[in-house]
Every structure is written in structure tokens, then in C-alpha cells.
């Protein structure tokens, strides 16, 4: 029953042409043709998508879409969601037709964060071509990348990841993000069946207004995560961290915000696991350099204009 990998993600927006310009411009992903039901859809790779833009009313990450092997075990996986008291509303066949796959259910963590489980994936013919020269982003068995969502009732969502939906912990920190004098913040980073470090995390904390934290693309060197850092700051997207290079999966990136308020991470060369013998990590620090946070430095701005 375990998980594949993160196939796609679910955003509500009500402004898509500032989605359309981030997405294709910035991250350097492909536009594909819309859904049938309108929703633009967006590739990285030979998927037929893997951004939904669903057009509504609010800016609202709706959900992360994560891959399993068969019926079988999608079946079984919301048997269990069910069981565990999460709601589970399965996709119609429409539905599953315009994700390209053979089924799948709507659900939701213990906090409230949007998931989606399938099986059945499919591919198109039609060469990936990125609009800004992106040769390729690091998909494959590993699938998109990693989606991070807050949870404030942390335990409890590590829990339903762990026992119920079949993650597997990766790195478990405890991180003082606001000083040795400030709380410690709880972390989990927590693997699929793939080499990928993390394909899902969670944060001690409220659920933001977007409805998520992050999501990552891993590009193919470091030159084309300065490329894309140089768009970032031609078309003036706000950069929530500078350029830095992480401690535990060695992801060297920068984040940049979304038209939907949830943050981009952009980063190469992140650290492929063993996952079936890998032994849980618990590290001390975020990041070996660089990936200075706005709201770090915002806070200790107001910090200073205070004490003068």
C-alpha cells in the first residue's frame, strides 16, 4: 500500500493569467492543452500535467496528488483513510480522465491539508518543451518533487502519514527558528517507496491562508536554478529565501512566492536515498549557507527599528 511518489497539485486561483506568466516564465514549465472542465493544466516532463489551475474564487492550494501501485492498494489505502475518520470521496471517471488516471479519491489529513491518492498514470507523446529553454526538471520514479503543509496538530499528522497513508520518516528535527530564547518548531520530512528525500513534510504550526507551505521542482544543474532566480528577479517576484544549500536533503535552491501565497522552491542537486534502508536523521539546522527568510529578516528589521 505504500506510496509512489507526488504526482501533481490542485490550485484554486482567481487570477490565472498571473499564474500562466509564474508558471511558464519563471519555473520554465510547459503549458498543455486545458482540461475539459477549463482547468489549465501545466507539464514538467512526458505526464500529461503536473500543475492543475483550477479558476474560483479564492487563492487556495487545493490539494497534492500522490501516486500508488494499483487498485489494489488505492482501494485499501482508503479503506484505511476511512477507517482512521478522514473523509474520502472518490473522483468520477470524467474526473480521473482529465488527471490522466485510472482512478482516484479526494481526502483530507487530520488538519485539513487537500490530498488526492491514485493509480493508473499515464504519459503523452508530445515532446516536453519549456518556454524559457528549461532542458528538463528531475521526475521520473521520484515523481514531481515535494509538497510541505503545516499542521497544529503535528503528532497527529505524522501519525495519520505514517500508520495510515504509509510514509516513512526521513528526517525528524526540531528546529529553533526563533532563536535558542524562542520555541522549537517540530519537522517531519518523510519519504515515499523512491529515492527522493522527501516527498511530503509537515510543520509545527497554523495552516497558512494558501493552504500550504511549499512545493519543490528539482531543476537539472545549477545553472538553470540561476536562470530561473534571475527571471524570479526580472519579473519581481518576492524571493522568500535567498540562494542556500539545505542540510538534509543537500537541495541547493531558492524559494520565490506564488501568485497563490504559498512559496516555490527551485533547487538542484538534492540527495537520492536508499529507501528501504534508510535510518531515520533528526539534524539541527535548516540550511549550510546562504537561505536568508524574508520573514527572518522582516522580524529582526522591526526588531531593530523598536530598540532605536
Known amino acids: 500500500m505504500g506510496i509512489k511518489a507526488l504526482g501533481y497539485v490542485v490550485i484554486e486561483t482567481a487570477q490565472p493569467d498571473k499564474w500562466d506568466h509564474f508558471l511558464t516564465q519563471v519555473a520554465g514549465v510547459m503549458r498543455a492543452p486545458d482540461a475539459a472542465d477549463g482547468a489549465a493544466l501545466y507539464r514538467v516532463d512526458a505526464r500529461p500535467f503536473r500543475f492543475r489551475i483550477e479558476h474560483g474564487k479564492r487563492e487556495y492550494f487545493l490539494a497534492a496528488g500522490y501516486e500508488l501501485a494499483d487498485a489494489a492498494a488505492l482501494d485499501a489505502l482508503a479503506r484505511a483513510i476511512a477507517k482512521a475518520g478522514r473523509p474520502v470521496v472518490q473522483g468520477s471517471a470524467d474526473e480521473a480522465a482529465q488527471r490522466g488516471v485510472a482512478a482516484f479519491f479526494r481526502t483530507s489529513d487530520p488538519a485539513g491539508n487537500g490530498l488526492e491518492f491514485f493509480h493508473g498514470d499515464s504519459v503523452t507523446d508530445v515532446p516536453f518543451v519549456s518556454p524559457v529553454g528549461v532542458p528538463s526538471f528531475v521526475t521520473g520514479e521520484m515523481g514531481m518533487g515535494h509538497a510541505v503543509f503545516s499542521a497544529p496538530n503535528f503528532d497527529e499528522c505524522v501519525t495519520f502519514y505514517r500508520d495510515v497513508v504509509g510514509f516513512h520518516e526521513t528526517d525528524?528535527?526540531?528546529?529553533?527558528?526563533?532563536?535558542?530564547?524562542?520555541?522549537?518548531?517540530?519537522?517531519?520530512?518523510?519519504?515515499?517507496?523512491?529515492?527522493?528525500?522527501?516527498?511530503?513534510?509537515?510543520?509545527?504550526?497554523?495552516?497558512?491562508?494558501?493552504?500550504?507551505?511549499?512545493?519543490?521542482?528539482?531543476?537539472?544543474?545549477?545553472?538553470?536554478?540561476?536562470?530561473?532566480?534571475?527571471?524570479?528577479?526580472?519579473?519581481?517576484?518576492?524571493?522568500?529565501?535567498t540562494l542556500g544549500s539545505h542540510v538534509n536533503d543537500e537541495t541547493t535552491g531558492f524559494y520565490v512566492q506564488t501568485p497563490g501565497g504559498f512559496d516555490l522552491e527551485i533547487g538542484w542537486d538534492s540527495l537520492v536515498i536508499d529507501p528501504e534502508n534508510w535510518e531515520t536523521t533528526r539534524h539541527e539546522a535548516i540550511s549550510v549557507w546562504g537561505h536568508e527568510w524574508a520573514w527572518m529578516k522582516a522580524m529582526s528589521e522591526q526588531q531593530q527599528a523598536a530598540a532605536e
Not at 532563536?179 to 510543520?203: C, E, K, T, V
Not at 494558501?210 to 545553472?223: D, F, K, Q, R, Y
Open 172 to 241: 525528524m528535527p526540531r528546529f529553533e527558528l526563533f532563536g535558542p530564547d524562542g520555541p522549537s518548531m517540530g519537522f517531519a520530512f518523510m519519504h515515499a517507496d523512491n529515492g527522493r528525500h522527501h516527498s511530503i513534510a509537515l510543520g509545527e504550526g497554523p495552516i497558512p491562508p494558501s493552504g500550504a507551505v511549499h512545493i519543490m521542482l528539482e531543476m537539472p544543474s545549477m545553472n538553470e536554478v540561476g536562470k530561473a532566480h534571475d527571471r524570479m528577479k526580472r519579473y519581481g517576484y518576492p524571493e522568500s529565501a
